[in-house]
């Protein structure tokens, strides 16, 4: 209702504005207020037809995708059900050495090295700097394997 009040008072003031001609005036505002009124009584799944084919109408085909939505209509309750199911599987992931044991700390720069191309001195500044990550963007297979390693020699690894 409130939407109804809006539109008749900028009939209103629309047609009394400076428009020559008072016929004209009040036929162009019976035109707008019918308008108004059929818009105002669409169901939600006609609101949206209109919607797309007021944009083809108007030439703006890059904002209507092909199954005639617009790329912004997925914003209500059921577009965030929908995310999960489409989100995929993460397939780089980043290698983080939380911790590590003191008494292994050479074991762990010496598996640091194996993976990396750092020489004793820049694996053991990397090592001393935990929480760190050691290596990113590898795969899962292969970050799970690392992580495996390190684990095995003493280290806390996180994969992310």
Not at 63 to 72: D, E, F, I, M, N
Not at 128 to 140: D, F, I, M, N, Q
């Amino acid at each position: 209702m409130p939407l109804r009040f809006l539109l008749s008072s900028t009939v209103r003031r629309f047609s009394s504005s400076a428009l020559s001609g008072g016929a004209a005036a009040e036929s162009r505002s019976q035109k707008l207020e019918r308008i108004a009124d059929v818009l105002l009584s669409l169901t939600k799944e006609e609101r949206k037809d209109y919607s797309t084919l007021f944009r083809l109408k108007l030439g703006l085909n890059h904002l209507v995708q092909a199954g005639g939505s617009v790329p912004w209509a997925g914003a209500g309750p059921g577009a965030e059900a929908a995310k999960p199911a489409e989100e995929k599987e993460k397939t780089a992931f980043d290698i983080k050495l939380e911790k590590f044991d003191a008494a292994a700390k050479i074991k762990v720069i010496k598996e640091v090295r194996t993976f990396t191309d750092l020489g004793l001195k820049e694996a053991k500044e990397l090592v001393e700097k935990a929480p760190v990550v050691l290596k990113k963007g590898v795969t899962k297979e292969e970050a799970e394997a690392i992580a495996a390693k390190l684990k095995e020699v003493g280290a806390t690894v996180a994969l992310q």
